[in-house]
């Protein structure tokens, strides 16, 4: 999974096999070591939940989405390429199925 995080926009990336593994366990995670300390870890995870809202919490180093199972499986589902959320505090979620290119090049 990828983390973008550009002004007040925070967008995923997931390929299929982690689309697939979010959607089947709940959770997505990924973490970087970001200087030499224990506590220079930055994690950040991506949750489903049987619960109706979106949640976003940042505490000791990790970042945690939860999403509606719902909506998560109603998207994963669809041809829509990207799933977006606005937090209260104006931080936009975004997360994208990462899929491969097509090959624009025509050997004609």
Do not use: C
């Not at 950040?44 to 509606?68: A, C, F, K, M």
């Not at 977006?84 to 199925?97: A, S, V």
């Amino acid at each position: 999974m990828k983390l973008r995080i550009f002004g007040s926009t925070v967008r995923f990336r997931m390929r299929r096999p982690e689309l697939a593994n979010w959607l089947a366990s709940g959770q997505q995670a990924e973490a970087v070591q970001i200087g030499p300390a224990p506590g220079d870890r930055w994690s950040y995870r991506l949750i489903t939940t049987h619960g109706p809202d979106w949640n976003v919490t940042s505490e000791s180093g990790q970042l945690v989405v939860t999403i509606p199972m719902t909506i998560a499986r109603n998207w994963a589902d669809s041809d829509a390429v990207s799933l977006e959320h606005l937090t209260p505090w104006g931080t936009r979620i975004i997360i994208e199925k990462d899929l491969p290119r097509r090959n624009e090049r025509s050997d004609s």
